[in-house]
């Protein structure tokens, strides 16, 4: 990835790797909202939704063999539990708030119900073949040297039977609900749904407002059943009106779709409708935008002027190929595909707020590099992580600790978490630890950027990251309320900048990336162009210091550039100072 060395040294030798990483926080964006929260209402409460135990069988496959569903809400709770492949017991440096465990649908815990010789497994012919050949490294094992074409179909049939999946469908339920603690930590019950197009990615994270009774009465939706995002949605629909549960799918690894995710058709290639858009917005109000596979804000090819566009970008597919810069596979361009399909049809279908989280198979949510224990089991060790040869379809020398969801809501609890996701009051990190507030209006003064509550201000005379802004005053531009301050345990603030992208009156898109408040008395050139901030980063013993950059930036920005004709988007990016990533043989 980039801000990585692209080879790294032979494993055989103490090696420190560095990189000046711009800690980039994402996103925010001027959306479609209900439901707001009033400003005494609101505190920020941190999580991960994007975990998989060894329920999942490319977890299992990869050496996740110990990690169960409990086990990694308890490692997210702050409880020391097991490394399956280091064998030492391992802890979180910084308890999160709210977790999703989402193991993959597809043949859900199908290793675990090996290992115990399950008896629904025992009570089936293919079932007790599988047993018979458990020597063999789990399912992922069995089916390489397995059936084939109507066997195949047969045994699928029976170890994927409803009361197999019920079985440890509960599992995934009971573990929830056991860490579930209202007020104080917070579980979602849910799963992935692992879409795949000829090695293009169109996963799907899916969590739940559902509780334990409401969750034993629908099974997770798989690759199995369909390979069809609409289909999915269909599947949500139903379930949600039969049962009462609501859900949100969040799309993940849009970097890695070549080019599908935000295509500008459905997927049998048609023309997308209104009601394709209004259905894929009921459903997906938030997108991850950056994990250990990659940040998919936007790939440098396809934002030239932007300095920042080259942060932790993957250019290869999950099993390898090379993959083109495609407008399909970044929020930015999807935001800006959104805005010209609304001015077609009338309906935006990507809408969406930002998320980041892990994708951790190890069930350890670790989001920073200092504590990262890789993504994958078999990368446990620094070691074990920079071998270039790893036959591995995602070779752990290119993932980085990545991911962070961070949420405004009334309490942290399961409803009022779900519901800030609902209405996009939400935002992504890399793994650091800033608090930002955003709210847009038309009548903020410039004073407003010292108030003492932020908050108060923004949510009387605007709305939050999330809203829709609409009916401008004559004559009035929006304007933008934004405070960040810097993680606690983190490093200082470089800058704040926005994203604005528009859609012109020929039906043309455009972006512009504004910096808006920065640190150190920095002035900008005669472009325009804010100097970098500087680089206290000593290489030789891979420390930083605090000396440059700001503990918190404040501002009321007006958009220079506003025409009340035209459609457009808003999205704050706040950067750190330069920090190194230290790893260490």
Sequence with gaps: MSNRPGEFP???????????????????????????????????????????SNYSIDAYATGNTSVTPDMAYRFARGYPILHPSLQTKVKIDRPLDFLAVTDHAINLGIDVMLDNKDALLQATEWGRKMLEKHDQPGWQGFMRGGAQGEERAQMMKEVFSTEIRQSTWKDEIEAAEQNNMPGKFTTFIGWEWTGMNEGRNLHRCIISNADDTAAVKFIPLSMNETNKPEELW?????TATETGVDFVAIPHNSNISGGLMFDMADSGGLPLTAEYARTRMRWETVVEVTQTKGTSEVRPELATTDEFAEFEIRRKLLAGAATPPSEGDYVRSALLRGLAINGSIGVNPYKFGLIGSTDNHVGISSNQESDFVGKLAMDGSLKERLQPSRPVIFPAWEMSASGLAAVWATENTRPAIFAAFKRKEVYGTTGTRISLRMFGGYSFSPQDADAKDIATVGYRNGVPMGGDLTNAPRGKAPVLLIHAAKDPEGANL???????????????????????????????????????????????????????????????????EFDPGLTAFYYARVIEIPTPTSLTL
């Design 234 to 238: 269909s599947f949500l629909e139903k």
């Design 494 to 560: 470089d800058r704040i900048q926005v994203i604005k992208g528009w859609l012109d009156k020929t039906g043309k898109t455009h972006e512009h990336i504004y910096d808006v408040a920065w640190s150190d008395a920095r002035e900008p050139d005669a472009a325009g162009k804010i100097p970098a901030v500087g680089n206290t980063v000593d290489v030789s013993s891979a420390m930083y210091t605090n000396t440059i950059g700001a503990a918190q930036l404040a501002t009321v920005w007006t958009d220079p």
């Design 10 to 52: 032979e494993c055989n030798r103490c090696v420190t790797v560095l990189s000046n990483s711009y800690k980039l926080i994402c996103l925010l964006y001027l959306g479609a909202a209900s439901g707001m929260a009033t400003a005494d209402e609101t505190k920020l409460y941190w999580g991960d939704v994007h975990v998989h």
